[in-house]
Every structure is written in C-alpha cells, then in structure tokens.
C-alpha cells in the first residue's frame, strides 16, 4: 500500500501537470485525496516543499535514467535508452519542464541543486562523446565541450523519432 506521503506526491503531481503550480494550493492536493490539510501540512509546511520533493524525486529518477554502463564501452543503444528516457521524464513531471524558469527563479535552494545535476549530467554527456569519439563511432573536434555541444544539437534534430513514440 502506498504511504500518505507518495499519495500527496502522486495527487500534487496530477494536478500541477493538469493546472500548473500557480493554480494549485495544498487544499486543493488534499482533497483530491481526501485527507484534511492539516494532515497534508504534516508531511510538507507547504507547496513549495512540495515541488523541492517532486523535484527530489525528478533528480533521482534522472541519476538512475543516465547511469552510464559499467565495464563496457556504452552503445549508441545506451544513446537511445537515455533519449527516451529523457523523454519520458519530461512527459511525466511535464509541469517542471514547462514552469521551470520561474520554479527556479523563486527557490534558491532549487535552483543550486537544479544546477549541480545539470553538470553532472553535463560531465556524463561528455563521458558519453569521448567514448564515441574513442570508439570510432563519431568524430570530435579536438574540443570535448565543442564536440558534445555538436552532437547534442544532432541529438536533438534526431530525437524527433524518440518522441515520435509518445504520440
């Protein structure tokens, strides 16, 4: 069975994603589960301690989607598996995607950790690329943020097929 704390998670992510952060209070992520909002307020002080914990949640399913493999070369197979689950995290938390300048703008403890994944995730791409480039599988410029900046934009243009499957 699932705790108090995931099903307000559940019901605040639902409804940020349906209506955006703005429109939502924590009365109303009570009552869409039904518990009074005093109960929701023993788990989270208030919305934004709820977004810090969707996006807590967001960063770790993140770190696990990214995981490069070890003891092997990885594959442009890994490639794809990390476009498309990129993909379907951005479909699943849509609203932190759509409101995250602002999220971040408002939270400046979001905001820091918001950037610390970001460069991990930054340092992981370019470990990616250089195994590529190593494995013969694309060319490099000599530069590995000019190379990874190059072949993001060629990931983005072929991603479109990732995407397609979300239709």
Partial sequence: MTGTRDRILEAALELFNQHGTAAVSTNHIAAAIEISPGNLYYYFRNKEDTIRALFGRL???????????????????????????NYQLIWEYRFAYRELAALL???????????????????????????????????????????????????????????????
């Fill in 59 to 85: 960063f770790g399913q993140w770190g696990e989607a990214y995981q490069l493999p070890s003891g092997r070369t990885p594959g442009l197979a890994d490639l794809e598996g990390l476009i498309v689950s």
């Fill in 105 to 167: 703008r408002n939270d400046p403890e979001l905001h820091a950790r918001y950037q610390e994944l970001r460069r991990r995730g930054y340092d992981g791409f370019a470990r990616l690329i250089e195994a590529f480039v190593g494995a013969g599988d694309c060319r490099g410029t000599g530069d590995v943020d000019r190379t990874v900046l190059d072949h993001q934009r060629a990931m983005a243009c072929r991603s479109r097929v990732a995407r397609s499957r979300f239709r």
